[in-house]
């Protein structure tokens, strides 16, 4: 099982559909996965930085969860069935709950912990995109990277990330 960093939310055109963009933060490989809106806006709303004037679902579950004395201690994604993720909410405890990976995300976000995805997951759906600048560090790299991805969401849709 490998950690991975939240890249952002990225736009599939012309579905318009959100897709969670996670990359391996001691690798190269890049996890997609097709999101709702809501947690698209949920997870995006958090990596800038807004705090709403009341706080939102996935607030709210961060709020629940410490009012009811336990902690959440990472997240797991930890399959993938016909085109579909699964993850699991790691608490204090010994405690796992089954949860969607775009709320796991969003949560994990707000309570700062670390996400990791199993490796059959990353075999079966992670995507390598080369690098051409790999001597060059900092931003350039990072927004190299960035487009890179967009160009790749151009040429795909859900359907390629479906179990044959």
């Known amino acids: 099982m490998g950690e991975v960093r939240v890249v952002g939310i990225r736009v599939e055109q012309p579905q318009n559909q959100p897709v969670l963009l996670l990359r391996e933060a001691n690798g190269d490989r890049y996890l997609p996965i097709w999101i709702g809106q809501s947690e698209a806006a949920a997870i995006a709303l958090e990596q800038q ?7 939102l679902t996935h607030d ?6 410490a009012a009811l ?4 201690q990472e997240v ?10 699964y993850a699991d909410l790691i608490f204090d405890r010994n405690i796992k709950v089954s949860a969607r990976p775009s709320d796991s995300v969003a949560i994990a976000l707000r309570v700062g912990v670390p996400i990791y995805v199993e490796e059959a997951v990353l075999a079966q759906a992670g995507l390598l995109i ?18 890179k ?16």
């Open 49 to 55: 930085g807004v705090e709403p004037p009341r706080p």
């Open 60 to 65: 709210l579950i961060r709020d629940v969860i």
């Open 69 to 72: 004395g336990h902690s959440l």
């Open 76 to 85: 797991r994604i930890v399959d993938l069935q016909e085109g579909t993720f």
């Open 130 to 147: 080369p690098d051409e600048n790999d001597e060059e560090t900092g931003s350039a790299v990072r927004e190299d990277e960035v487009e």
């Open 149 to 164: 991805f967009k160009e790749f969401l151009d040429s795909v849709s859900p359907d390629d990330f479906k179990a044959t």
